[in-house]
């Protein structure tokens, strides 16, 4: 499956943005799908996921009650509601494709897209 996220963008500090996460194909439904970020100088890190027809969701315990991942199967399409942004938020946001459960390891995620970028001003 290929991956296309957009909706980043320059935010401050307490806003908002959704990013979204297209994919190709027909079998989008076959996949749990995740949001990680990597902020300059750090290690990719796990943001949210979601399982296959969207039952469960998961997150990081830094993005908690702040960050909401959804899906549209009929739309082949991912999203990352992100509410309440903080300065530390500010990375680029990649979606990625597992196929079969969730998982948190980014090592375990089969596709990537090319990542979007958020900035959070403080």
């Known amino acids: 499956v290929q991956l296309q996220a957009s909706g980043g963008g320059l935010v401050q500090a307490g806003g908002s943005l959704r990013l979204s996460c297209a994919a190709s194909g027909r079998t989008f439904s076959s996949y749990s799908m995740g949001w990680f970020r990597q902020a300059p100088g750090k290690e990719r890190e796990f943001v949210a996921a979601i399982s296959r027809f969207g039952g469960t969701a998961y997150y990081a315990d830094s993005v908690k009650g702040r960050l909401s991942i959804s899906r549209d199967n009929a739309k082949n399409t991912v999203y990352l509601q992100m509410n309440s942004l903080k300065p530390e938020d500010t990375a680029v946001y990649y979606c990625?494709?597992?196929?079969?459960?969730?998982?948190?390891?980014?090592?375990?995620?089969?596709?990537w897209g090319q990542g979007t970028l958020v900035t959070v001003s403080s």
């Open positions: 990625a494709a597992v196929s079969g459960p969730y998982s948190r390891d980014p090592n375990r995620f089969d596709s």
